[in-house]
């Protein structure tokens, strides 16, 4: 922990007796503590006041306990007050202090309570900075829940609204400062504990004063809370930082800030942030609007969702299906793909453009959701749109094609492409390898996955996957090759696809030996069959 600053000593008493031989040695004493952060020439002047045989008094060891608390040497200053007591010298609550600020460097919170224990022993009342060193102390030893109960014995509660408990009254009389709160904010920050160092804020705002809090402390938990998704807590600090202050979060603070607002629903605060971005010169990318796109599509916003599509478009942008994932994942019901596709041809009659994306975003759903005749007919109204298919277009159909299983349509939707005059891309011929495995005859898998490397495509590990799942249901002897091919790829084969292989896909050995028998059994009747003839 960086070292807690210690303020000059005040309120010493000068006057002693002998009045001014001591008191000369005392004014350097407090001269030296004010001036240097060396403890050794305050040792030095201690040792010359002890030789000239003058008597130390409260002055003389506040300094000398100063100097112990630089050199770090706890058991030093808990001797001073002992030997304090013993010759009948009080220390008042500023050298007691020195023995907290001393032990709360340090995280030492067993010496704190000493000391503290020594306070209270000697009827002495601890003052505001006694309190904000404890705190520190404690949050420096990670002390959450001891330092919010003392915060919470020197304040008044405060409601679910931020405004204080009318009915409450501090168990201690002394007013927190804002040294307080601070390292209590910071420690909840720190060990995620959003929700706490927020609801810390509000009662430092009660008792402190708005005013006298700086945006920093705003803007560190707002960046906190949005990595943890506490989006009343980062609402309230964009509103009081950024537009009330005028802060200025940077870049990746406004990331975290739209990633937490799409994962909320929550569109208005997306909407400030990527407007903030805009005007002050930060470039946009792709990965700022999705987290936008997120949040209206959470929020059943979708005409907003699709406009942020066209503004991305406009603005040199080339938005895709994965930008859209969000919208995608929201459309997991007809009714809400209907929703969604009402809402698109509004677009459409105000006057305003439908990007390609989101047409792609609703066949894509349509297929996900096993209903082909709704994504074909959504694809048939483009035109209508103004929106002109594009590669990704016919691979969401063929989603559908896939997921209905259905070869025919299949094949018409390739005739589509051609026709429009749309180039495939690897997508397409992983979709088309996968539609033909639905298929009890699957030998156009093999066509097109040669037609695929004759282009240099290196086919994915999840096509050779599927295709020697297949291969192994079927009992087909061509797996053999294909586990090669796919080895010479430089994927591997694991433990869980060797043992579907050895199984022929079935659950379990008892199931597979039943399924060797089948096969046996007809072997024998094939056999039969040939001897007939």
Not at 54 to 70: I, N
Not at 119 to 129: D, F, R, T, V, Y
Request: glycine share 6%; proline share 4%.
């Amino acid at each position: 922990m960086p070292r807690i600053s210690s303020t000059s000593i005040r309120g010493i008493i000068t006057d002693t007796y002998p009045a001014y031989p001591l008191s000369k040695h005392n004014r350097r004493l407090i001269q030296l503590v004010n001036e240097t952060q060396s403890c050794l020439p305050i040792f030095d002047k201690c040792r010359e006041v002890l030789q000239s045989g003058l008597k130390p008094d409260l002055t003389t060891y506040t300094a000398l306990l100063e100097a112990y608390e630089r050199n770090n040497d706890l058991d030093a200053i808990l001797r001073t007050f002992e030997e304090m007591e013993l010759v009948g010298i009080t220390p008042n609550i500023s050298a007691y202090n020195i023995g907290l600020r001393a032990a709360a460097t340090h995280g030492e919170t067993v010496v704190l309570e000493k000391v503290r224990g020594m306070i209270h022993k000697s009827g002495l009342e601890m003052n505001a900075n006694s309190y904000e060193i404890i705190i520190q102390g404690l949050c420096a030893n990670q002390e959450l829940e001891h330092a919010l109960d003392l915060l919470g014995d020197m304040t008044v509660a405060v409601n679910e609204k931020g405004l204080p408990d009318e009915n409450g009254q501090p168990i201690i009389n002394v007013r927190p400062t804002l040294l307080c709160y601070t390292p209590i904010i910071q420690l909840a920050q720190d060990l995620h504990e959003s929700e706490t160092a927020f609801l810390v804020l509000k009662m430092a705002e009660v008792q402190s004063g708005v005013s006298r809090i700086p945006p920093v402390i705003y803007t560190d938990l707002m960046a906190r809370a949005a990595e943890d998704y506490v989006l009343r807590a980062v609402v309230y600090c964009w509103k009081k930082a950024v537009k009330e202050m005028g802060a200025c979060p940077d870049e990746g603070t406004c990331m975290l800030i739209l990633n937490c607002a799409g994962h909320n629903e929550a569109p208005r605060l997306s909407a400030e942030v990527i407007q903030y971005m805009g005007e002050n010169g930060m470039e946009f990318q792709e990965y700022h609007f999705a987290p936008l796109i997120q949040a209206f599509s959470r929020a059943a916003k979708y005409k907003s969702a699709f406009n942020v599509l066209s503004i991305m478009r406009t603005s040199g942008m080339k938005p895709t299906i994965l930008t859209a994932s969000s919208l995608l994942r929201a459309l997991d019901e007809p009714s809400h793909i209907e929703d969604a596709f009402v809402c698109m041809k509004e677009m459409h009659q105000e006057g305003k453009k439908v990007d390609v994306v989101a047409l792609n975003v609703l066949i894509e759903a349509c297929g996900r959701g096993r209903d082909l005749t709704r994504a074909m007919t959504i694809y048939e109204t483009a035109p209508l749109l103004g929106v002109v298919p594009d590669t990704d277009t016919f691979n969401a159909l063929l989603t559908g094609c896939i997921m209905d299983k259905n070869m025919t349509e299949g094949r018409n939707v390739i005739a589509m492409m051609q026709q429009a005059e749309v180039d495939p891309n690897v997508d397409t011929y992983q979709s088309l390898i996968s539609l033909c495995l639905t298929q009890i005859n699957y030998e156009d898998a093999f066509v097109y996955l040669e037609e695929m490397k004759s282009h240099d495509v290196i086919p994915s590990e999840g096509i050779y996957t599927s295709l020697i799942r297949k291969l192994a249901r079927e009992n087909d002897p061509r797996i053999k090759y294909a586990i090669e091919e796919m080895e010479s790829f430089g994927y591997v084969v694991g433990p869980n696809l060797r043992q579907y292989i050895e199984t022929g896909g079935l659950s379990n050995l008892a199931e597979s030996e039943r399924r060797k028998q089948i096969r046996a059994a007809q072997k024998r009747r094939s056999r039969a069959y040939l001897r007939y003839f």
